[in-house]
């Protein structure tokens, strides 16, 4: 798999409530511990409960650069951290973590069923159900499978892709981690050309209410925007994990899409949370400024990114088990983390957008405001969050589902 350059992460907070701890634990390897089941495994405290999470490190692409016409997924895998960071205990958030962290425990325990939440990727990921059916066993989730009506997956192509494989991965743990009564149908487009993935964006807001998209190109020609625009579906995309630009990310910049950004999660309970370097902002040069955006200073004189937001920092990521890349349990980052929970949240909430986000700005009080850190220094409100709207984080992060 070829992937960019290393990318060295560092939190801008201190985390030495657990740097001890964790320089102490040696990681373990990623298989099942002998004479412990995983529904037993789920019982122990998740790894931020022990104190060993979260942990500053580095972080590469899982997916190569891409070129005009093609999207490059997401997600930030960590190069440091592979397999257990205890005897029993993944790395990284756990999906009662970020429940808590987001208010969201006594929705994702009793909303979601009949709801369908679906994944939009490119490349066939082989492994996909079975490494599902290892997380949601893990955290005591209840199975997801086609024989139970829970999991599908369309697949548009047989050519696989190891960075797009991981990809996936966290983008149908994190629907898990936030909805875990919701259906889940996966749709892989035959590779990452912005037609083809279109293409799977079209057959899937025919079937499901709720879309999440962990992938960008820049934005440019309107060709396929009809695909994202579909009256009573949901939508979410990733802004990006490369800061402010001067170029918007497609799709998310769409008007009629919820462009998704990121933060750094520092502590979950109690939250404490902070704009991540890393999360993509910025103005359009193609989409006039949407009506819900009207009555705000963005910096821009057209439609802004982002929305709304969620954890995206490596150095707080999230557990995901994967094996179409490197196999076992690993650490993810980037804001394709950030979009499927916010397009859980949404099936949480079941509401399902109707072409834009008046909704969620109309109930922006509802929501976690993030106040401080910058993705870049063209300043406020742009760069620097602030009260209010800001570029790296949008409106804010959930805070329950009464803003969705």
Not at 6 to 25: E, K, Q, R, Y
Not at 131 to 158: E, H, I, M, Q, W
Request: aromatic fraction near 8%.
């Amino acid at each position: 798999m070829r992937r960019s350059a290393i990318i060295s992460i560092t939190l801008v907070i201190a985390l030495t409530a657990c740097s001890g701890a964790m320089n102490a634990v040696p990681l373990g390897n990623s298989a099942q511990q002998p004479g412990l089941s995983l529904a037993q495994q789920s019982l122990r405290p998740s790894a931020a409960e022990l104190g060993l999470w979260p942990r500053a490190g580095q972080a590469e692409r899982a997916c190569a650069d891409a070129h005009a016409g093609y999207a490059q997924c997401l997600a930030l895998v960590r190069t440091d951290i592979h397999g257990l960071i205890s005897p029993n205990t993944p790395a990284g958030y756990s999906p009662a973590d970020l429940q808590t962290a987001y208010s969201l425990t006594k929705y994702s325990s009793s909303k979601g069923s009949g709801e369908t939440v679906a994944v939009v990727d490119a490349y066939d990921d082989p492994d996909a159900a079975s490494d599902l059916a290892v997380y949601r066993s893990a955290y005591g989730l209840r199975p997801c499978t086609s024989s139970n009506g829970c999991f599908t997956k369309k697949a548009f192509g047989l050519q696989g892709n190891s960075g797009w494989g991981e990809e996936e991965s966290v983008d149908l743990d994190m629907v898990s981690a936030i909805c875990p009564k919701c259906k889940i149908l996966l749709v892989e487009a035959a590779n990452n050309d912005i037609s083809s993935l279109a293409g799977a964006e079209k057959y899937t807001t025919a079937r499901a209410g709720y879309v999440t998209n962990s992938w960008s190109g820049n934005e440019g020609s309107r060709t396929y925007d009809g695909d994202f625009n579909v009256s009573g579906v949901a939508i979410t995309a990733a802004t990006g994990d490369n800061g402010y630009s001067k170029t918007a990310q497609w799709p998310a910049i769409l008007p009629s899409v919820t462009a998704v950004g990121g933060t750094t999660l520092s502590s979950y309970n109690p939250r404490r949370e902070t704009a991540w370097s890393g999360a993509g902002s910025g103005c359009s040069r193609v989409y006039a400024k949407p009506s819900f955006q009207h009555n705000l200073n963005t910096g821009c004189s057209d439609r802004a990114q982002a929305d709304t937001s969620a954890d995206a920092n490596p150095n707080t990521g999230v557990a995901v088990y994967d094996t179409d890349g490197e196999s076992g349990w690993l650490v993810f980052g980037g804001t394709s983390v950030a979009a499927p929970i916010i397009a859980s949240v949404f099936a949480l909430a079941g509401n399902r957008a109707d072409n834009n986000d008046t909704h969620l700005y109309g109930h922006k009080s509802s929501l976690n405001d993030v106040t401080s850190g910058q993705n870049g220094n063209c300043g406020k409100p742009l760069c620097e969050a602030g009260p209010g709207w800001d570029g790296p984080t949008g409106l804010g992060t959930p805070n329950g589902i009464a803003a969705f």
